[in-house]
């Protein structure tokens, strides 16, 4: 991954979560794509989500009981394509779009890394599609999940107005390479967070990506401890047991990572760290 210098920083006005912010958009190469982080929502989350921190681990890592929390979406541009990694709650996205000079019926590509509101709430609004001429990838054990075994009307509603636009596969394991969606993009199974959650490897011209969604909510204390996991985890056993190795992967690979719930400029590469890990953002 090559930063663009010429680029910097983009600065917005834009207010998220009750408080006039700058630094919401973050802009980045990867080979010969462009790719922009846009936060979502921005503010505190509590250390009660933790599960498997000690109160000792909790009081070191988390002084206050508090974190820095955040919630991403990713715009990938490249390839003769326009995609979105994720829609968030749907609150500033189409603002950060719009900022970018990218219209939701310029999308032909929504990625969905699983199905939780904070992940689809862009989707629709009203019983329409928001992305009018975009196909929806989302992994078909995470659809089946939320809409058939364990139906969520959320879930139900947010993929309803896309009716045959919407694409189902299967995941592969992080050592076959995962499958391909794209070209550049493969998908990897990385369950635990959700039965069907999925990351997103983006590869161009040497470069690559690692778009690892909910993989990680606190970094504070997960980084060096990636064996805690949180509330919001389906599976916190096996949601730690991933991370561990996409975190591994990531720093024998040197592939520089990207998350969902990371602050900004929320990406960056991954060095171990004694018995933990560390980011460098």
């Known amino acids: 991954m090559k930063l663009r210098g010429i680029w910097g920083i983009l600065m917005t006005s834009m207010v998220i979560g009750g408080v006039a912010g700058e630094d919401l958009i973050f802009p980045y190469k990867v080979g010969e794509f462009d790719v922009y982080m846009l936060v979502e929502n921005r503010g505190q989350g509590n250390g009660s989500i ?61 990625l969905l890394t699983h199905m939780h509101g904070d992940h689809i709430g862009g989707l629709a609004k009203d019983g329409k599609a928001l992305f009018p001429n975009a196909r929806i990838y989302v992994a078909l054990q995470e659809r089946e999940y939320w809409t058939v075994s364990r139906v969520n009307q959320g879930a139900v509603n947010a993929l309803r107005p896309y009716g045959s636009r919407i694409e189902n596969f299967l995941p592969a394991d992080l050592g076959t390479g995962g499958i391909r969606l794209f070209p550049c993009i493969s998908a990897i199974a990385a369950f635990g967070h959700t039965p069907g959650h999925t990351v997103f490897l983006l590869e161009s011209a040497g470069d690559k990506l690692l778009i690892w969604g909910d993989l990680m909510h606190v970094q504070d204390i997960q980084f060096p401890l990636p064996d805690v996991s949180v509330t919001y985890d389906t599976d916190p056993t096996a949601a730690a047991a991933i991370r561990r190795r996409l975190l591994d992967w990531a720093v024998t690979n040197n592939v520089p990572i990207a998350g969902m719930h990371l602050v900004y400029p929320a990406v960056g590469n991954v060095r171990r760290d004694g018995a933990g890990y560390k980011l460098a953002p």
């Open 50 to 110: 933790l599960v498997g921190a000690s109160e000792a681990d909790a009081n070191r890592y988390l002084p206050g009981g508090t974190y820095r929390s955040e919630t991403n979406t990713f715009l990938i541009r490249g390839g003769g394509k326009t995609m979105v990694v994720d829609t968030g709650f749907g609150t500033t996205i189409f603002d950060s779009m719009k900022t970018l000079g990218v219209d939701p019926g310029d999308v032909d590509a929504v």
